[in-house]
């Protein structure tokens, strides 16, 4: 398949469930959070504050979706559509976005499977670019929160990885307050160690 193409990221995507994810799921691990079973939703988290949020006309009129659809928290539509995206690499992308000055912030839960922090870690820390030997260099440290442990930063010229603790794939959900100040000190572009 040609290099990139949506046959190729399908394929990918296939070899990837066949192999890394379906095992997993057959135990009865939550892939989401490794510490709790999923229960009866199928994405494991209770959306249903989101949903009722979302749903709300008031709030629908503000988004400028009013009467366009009704909300749902997966639809096998939006799926269907970037389906072809998530086996992309993007170590392309990202360096040029980081050489043209546009900061990359990549987080991971570490009590998440399917996106977890060691393959997050190890993709950053292989990611060809200008910098890559201070990123390397720079080491992890401890990310604090309100004077406790919420993690650990490694950060240089642009690009911060963030192990957050006891987070699974719903960061804000588990960790509201550390996921705030991880984006607010994003945003502010401030240290984060």
């Known amino acids: 398949p040609e ?7 399908d394929l990918a995507l296939s070899l990837c ?12 691990v939550n892939l989401y959070d490794i510490r709790r079973p999923c229960g009866r939703d199928a994405l494991c988290y ?30 096998p539509e939006v799926m269907q559509r970037i389906r072809g995206d998530w086996m992309k690499h993007y170590q392309v992308g990202i ?4 050489e043209a000055g546009i900061r990359v912030l990549i987080y991971a839960g570490d009590r998440d499977y399917i996106c977890n922090y060691m393959g997050n870690r190890a993709w950053t820390l292989a990611l060809h670019w200008l910098h890559r030997n201070e990123f390397e ?57």
């Open 46 to 75: 209770d959306f249903s504050a989101t949903a009722d949020f979302l749903s709300r006309p008031d709030v629908q009129a503000a988004l400028g979706v009013a009467g366009r659809r009704q909300w749902s928290m997966c639809s």
């Open 95 to 98: 360096p040029e976005m980081l």
């Open 3 to 9: 290099e990139g193409g949506a046959a190729a990221c």
């Open 137 to 193: 260099a720079a080491g992890e440290h401890p990310w604090n929160v309100s004077g406790r442990a919420a993690g650990l930063a490694r950060s240089a010229a642009g690009l911060t990885f963030l192990q957050v603790y006891e987070a699974g794939h719903m960061v804000p959900m588990d960790q509201p307050e550390a996921a705030l100040s991880m984006i607010n000190t994003f945003l502010d572009n401030a240290p984060f160690y």
């Open 17 to 28: 469930s066949v192999t890394q994810v379906m095992p997993v799921q057959l135990t009865g």
